[in-house]
């Protein structure tokens, strides 16, 4: 959920109505939003970033609280009571999407497991390290189960055309985000990426590509080496038949050896 697009107040009513549709089996995922979307509805990085920060004080305090108050920037909430009143308890998970060891570790303070992408398994093995670090320093414990990456999948029973087209989705992504002042050569460890000197670089790690044996072995292998205990994969943007047949092979032949494998 990209939350600065909405009102926090709607964000709890709609996150506690599926909590209880999914019979407490709701995970929550937070992310800020990057500058071209945010642009579309005259946002900066600068007042979204705010907002981003300002709203998740306001959900985390909804999830152990039914009854919000708040005074800041942007909002100014007294006594607000939503329905459907209370999230099922435990409350459910939360996921924040990260870019630099700073956001990291402000996750961690918030209880919150992280994703993260584009940067190589070395950089992001760093962010993750200051998780951890954050985490022990506050008593919980943060193993895989807390970590997730996100990379591009390119699949294929020819590995040469999976190849291809791996090349051809990295230059597509490089279009994209060619507008992105987060987007630098070397990331920054500073704390929260639109700040100067912070920000993320890709890397070709992010690009996975293969037969489903060779995928399947790549990712586990990053996941190991960073310690990850969750993948989210990108298999492509559009709707055609070879996405189609990419998410029959990653289901049916990749996600079984993935389950298999161990992750400490």
Not at 108 to 115: T, V, Y
Not at 140 to 165: C, K, T, V, Y
Request: one cysteine or more; proline letters at 5%.
């Amino acid at each position: 959920m990209v939350v600065p697009f909405y009102e926090p107040w709607r964000i709890v009513e709609e996150l506690m109505m599926l909590d209880h549709l999914t019979n407490g089996r709701l995970e929550i995922g937070f992310a800020a939003g990057v500058p071209q979307e945010l642009a579309r509805i005259g946002l900066g990085m600068q007042e979204s970033r705010e907002r981003f920060n300002e709203a998740l004080e306001i959900l985390d305090a909804a999830l152990v609280n039914p009854v919000i108050n708040h005074g800041g920037k942007h909002w100014k909430l007294e006594n607000l009571t939503l329905m459907p009143n209370v999230f099922r308890q435990p409350s459910p998970p939360k996921w924040t999407t990260v870019v630099s060891t700073g956001s990291a570790q402000k996750s961690a303070q918030r209880r919150s497991k992280i994703c993260t992408g584009f940067e190589s398994v070395a950089r992001i093995s760093e962010i993750f390290d200051v998780y951890r670090e954050e985490a022990a320093q506050l008593g919980f414990a943060a193993g895989p189960d807390q970590l997730a990456i996100r990379r591009n999948i390119s699949i294929s029973r020819d590995a040469a055309e999976a190849r291809e087209e791996s090349q051809a989705a990295k230059a597509a992504t490089l279009k994209v985000v060619a507008g992105d002042p987060r987007v630098v050569d070397r990331a920054s460890s500073l704390l929260d990426a639109p700040r100067a000197g912070a920000g993320f670089s890709l890397h070709d790690d992010d690009y996975i590509a293969g037969t489903p044996a060779q995928v399947a072995e790549q990712v586990i292998d990053q996941c190991r080496k960073c310690g990850a205990g969750h993948f989210l994969a990108m298999l492509g943007r559009s709707i055609s038949a070879r996405r189609r047949e990419a998410l029959t092979l990653f289901g049916e032949e990749v996600l079984p050896q993935l389950r298999r494998a161990q992750i400490d």
